[in-house]
């Protein structure tokens, strides 16, 4: 069977379900004063491709941290891939197969070269250091990066390090990408390339941004955050 998405794997999901997401009334408050949910609900299919707009400190990260296991919540269920997911080790399968880009690139890229930034997930998957390598170069090329591979990463634009973060993931194979305001700071070429290579990847994702346009090019539904609840608006 060929994979059905451009990065090469294709995507497993447990036991035929389409839901990829669920969260059931979850509470969580970075201080007891101001919780940021109170009983959210939130559910997302092997079958969206959808965008998730809300104002300024509405939860939108907070949401995202949460389904990847960065953060806790204090009540409530966290299902992914048809699991409760509750200790730290639950998360590993969740961080391996959800593609997760941060909304800074500085929290993502650590390793001194963009080759071993790239290269470090399939690694940690335990890939061959061979099929890692070409991995690594295939994944550069898709994002017009070829020739990248011993640039010094602290030394990037800032757009050149959010197509290097984006690169570390899709180099892991995943099953589905979190994209946290990926276009911040992207000139319109590069936002062109990677709704391109969005649109062409076969994955479902949940894309945070503030820019609807670009929402609109790249998705097919949109939820909104505010007050502590996601509603669905298209």
Partial sequence: MKP????????????GLDRIIRLEKIRFAYTPSNPVFSDLEFSFTKKERAGL?????????TLV?????????????VEVFGRERERE???????????????DPDDQL???????DVAFGPLNLGKPK???????????????LAGFEDRITYKLSGGEKRLVSLATILAMKPDMLLLDEPVAGLDEETTDRLAGLLLASGLP????????????????????MDNGRVSRLR
């Avoid at 080790?89 to 909304?103: C, H, K, P, T």
Wanted: hydrophobic share 35%; charged share 25%.
């Fill in 89 to 103: 080790a639950d998360f590993f399968e969740v961080r391996a197969r959800i593609g997760f880009l941060f909304q």
């Fill in 53 to 61: 707009i809300g104002p300024n400190g509405s939860g939108k990260t």
């Fill in 205 to 224: 994702y949940l894309i945070i941004s503030h820019d609807r346009e670009f929402l609109h090019r790249t998705t097919q539904g949109l939820y909104q």
């Fill in 130 to 144: 061979e099929e890692v390598r070409a991995v690594v170069r295939e994944t550069l090329e898709r994002l017009g």
């Fill in 110 to 116: 650590f390793c001194p070269t963009v080759a071993e």
């Fill in 4 to 15: 059905d998405n451009e990065f090469g794997r294709q995507p497993k999901f447990c036991n």
């Fill in 65 to 77: 941290h949460l389904i990847m296991g960065l953060l806790r919540p204090d009540a409530g269920r």
